[in-house]
């Protein structure tokens, strides 16, 4: 999508609430800025710890049923991407 704005006082430029709601952005976050050929806004991605630590707990436990090891240990996992993928 492509979008005209204008430049106002200040040299602010409002980015439309549809837009900001659209990628995820509500107010307070923040966004990388790259400038280069172009001037080009990122949100950072936010990342809920809670949901992230259960992944990890069920990719563990998804790790110990395929490995057969009661505590999988960094290097014991014998496991091919293609079998942990087919599951």
Do not use: Q
């Amino acid at each position: 999508m492509t979008l005209k704005l204008r430049v106002g006082r200040k040299s602010y430029i409002i980015i439309p609430k549809s837009i900001w709601e659209s990628v995820g952005i509500e107010e307070g976050d923040e966004v990388i800025v790259e400038v280069g050929d172009e001037i080009v806004l990122k949100p950072v991605k936010k990342v809920n710890i809670k949901e992230l630590k259960s992944a990890l707990k069920n990719h563990v436990k998804r790790l110990r049923s395929l490995s057969g090891l009661k505590k999988p240990m960094p290097g014991e996992l014998s496991i091919s991407l293609e079998e942990e993928f087919n599951e």
